[in-house]
């Protein structure tokens, strides 16, 4: 049991969180009434600080203005004893209450709905709990990954000793093919937006892949399949850019259920050489940018996806480390040395905070690189902070 205190106070543990536990445990909160839920919020953001995962509520009465809506949009599921209509059924059938108090209650409720609150923060500083903390060699995590590519990958990064991932959002087959030629020896990963490359085509798919090869890194296209298995699976085989065909690597939100990701790995077993997938998936389970919709119930039900697609699912574009599974892969976005934000809501954090005191594995660098005018020394600034930071992480 734990105890969230108003303010810290300024003797004995001076903490915000008193009690029994251990990070990592789940802790179901009890309130006595909701009307907005930012209190509740406040004590989420509270307990999330301390490790902790919050994202059940038991009250005694929901106000009904809106709270639980705030609430549950926000992955925080209320469990409500009472509502006050409830309360106004149970006044009406026992003769104490006037007809008029209870249109003047309804009344009031009607007109003061509370659409949205203002999030608390949760420090995105802290480390996650112990049991998340990984300080194993991407070697040593192999044995725990069940997809090829995955295990690939692995052995990749520990190998050629990088955990960067160069984001190319360019626009001409040649900006692409030049950037994979002049920095493929920095990176592990090559993350692509074939539908933004105006004249992108087989052959540039064709040249893409050979320039991989000749550079030891695979080929991530950040496709975001987001639709029913078998629209997902016709988007991954077929269309314009025929993704199965040359990406190693692709991504997928859940928003459509399970059946996405068994859509696109139908695809990928089709592709099978002597039963060995030469694919693999990654999925979307957080975001950089400020106000995603990735509530925390979002982010958990797709790790949970992930488990039981292992054999095709290698990990996750995430901003936290979600799972102690060491055969996932957690590769995070929004990485930049000097830029803390830009004018469309992206957030950047440096290398050594995602990789060092977060324990994610993979850093995803665009802009910071390309353009720079030095791409290339730009990459080898970045690889070697990745690669730092995680060293430093496992002494």
């Known amino acids: 049991m734990v105890m969230k205190r108003k303010e810290a106070k300024d003797y004995g543990t001076k903490k915000m969180v008193e009690g029994i536990f251990a990070a990592g445990q789940h802790c179901l909160m009890v309130e006595d009434i909701i009307t907005s839920g930012m209190s509740v919020l406040e004590t989420v953001a509270s307990l999330k600080e301390e490790g902790l995962i919050c994202d059940r509520v038991v009250v005694l009465i929901d106000r009904q203005q809106g709270g639980r809506a705030i609430l549950e949009r926000a992955g925080v599921k209320v469990h409500s004893v009472l509502d006050i209509e409830s309360v106004l059924q149970v006044l009406i059938a026992a003769d104490s209450i006037s007809a008029d108090m209870v249109q003047a209650v309804r009344s009031f409720v009607a007109d003061n709905q509370i659409k949205s609150v203002t999030l608390p923060t949760v420090s995105s500083s802290a480390a996650p709990p112990a049991a998340l903390q990984c300080s194993r060699s991407f070697a040593d995590r192999m044995a725990s990954c069940e997809n090829p590519v995955g295990k690939h990958l692995l052995n990749l990064m520990h190998t050629k000793q990088t955990n960067l991932c160069l984001s190319a959002d360019v626009t001409t087959s040649a900006e692409l093919l030049r950037l994979a030629e002049l920095l493929g020896d ?197 690889r070697k902070a990745g690669w730092a930071a995680l060293k430093k992480r496992q002494t």
Not at 195 to 220: C, G, P, Q, R, W
Not at 291 to 312: P, Q, R, S
């Open 186 to 382: 920095e990176i592990c990963l090559l993350k692509t937006h074939a539908d933004i490359v105006s004249d992108f085509s087989a052959d540039t798919a064709s040249k893409l892949v050979a320039l991989a090869e000749e550079h030891n890194f695979l080929i991530f296209e950040d496709r975001k399949f987001a639709d029913i298995g078998n629209t997902a699976s016709n988007q991954y085989r077929g269309g314009v850019y025929q993704i199965a065909d040359w990406a190693h690597i692709t991504n997928c939100h859940i928003v459509p259920g399970p059946g996405v990701i068994e859509g696109l790995k139908k695809v990928a077993l089709e592709r099978c050489r002597e039963g060995k997938l030469d694919r693999a998936l990654l999925l979307l389970a957080q975001m950089s940018s400020a106000g995603n919709m990735c509530t925390e119930a979002y982010t958990n039900e797709t790790v949970e996806l992930a488990k039981k697609h292992k054999d095709f699912v290698i990990g996750f574009i995430s901003t936290s480390k979600l799972t102690k599974d060491e055969g996932f892969i957690h590769c995070t976005p929004g990485v930049n040395l000097t830029v803390a934000d830009d004018s469309l809501g992206q957030q950047y954090k440096t290398p050594d905070h995602i990789i060092g005191s977060l324990h994610n594995d993979m850093i995803i660098v665009g802009r910071g690189i390309i353009e720079a005018e030095d791409p290339l020394g730009s990459a080898q600034q970045y």
